[in-house]
């Protein structure tokens, strides 16, 4: 008589790939969200030198929003690099210039439709008395590279005081600290 033969225990290991696919779109959701996207605001340009600075108080007033950051920066079309800028030297070809706000180009026309959304956004309380009309409190930051011709700086300026903006700034690089013995 034949003994019977034992039953054998089938294993199918195999790993299971469902939990793993959640963690990773987890992991990917959250590092896509604490990015710090406050960078997107700002284009790469070299800010003018100051020969004073006031110090930011960094207070932000009540009920106020974030400020808006304009950028006046060289950004020529096409492919080709703008020589006189690239050597160093003061390119004034307008064309070549770029007004953006959050990464997004505006020409001086469109820039001007832009702000009146911006402003309307944050408008203050009460009528001013000297305008004689309601003003917008967000406040403006002007971040111009320091080859841009003062003449954007102004327009941008212009714009802001047509729309009813009037917390206006325009940034430079801090000066060096004094080397004196």
Known sequence: MQKRKRAEVEENITPNLIPMIDIMFLLLLFFMLGADMSQRQLEELVLPQATQVKEDDNKVEAGAK??????????????????????????REAGHWKWAIRGHDY????????????????????????????????RVLIRADGAASYGDIQKVIEYCGLVGIY??????????????G
Request: hydrophobic share 35%.
């Open 66 to 91: 974030s400020n808006l950051t304009i950028n006046i920066h060289h950004a020529p079309d096409g492919n080709a690099p703008c020589a006189v800028y690239t050597n160093g030297g003061i390119c």
């Open 107 to 138: 020409t001086k026309d469109t820039l001007k439709d832009q702000l009146q959304i911006e402003a309307q956004l944050d408008m203050e309380t009460t009528k001013d008395p000297q305008a004689n009309k309601i003003l917008s409190a967000r």
């Open 167 to 180: 917390k206006v700034e325009v940034a430079a690089a801090k000066p060096a600290p004094d080397k004196k």
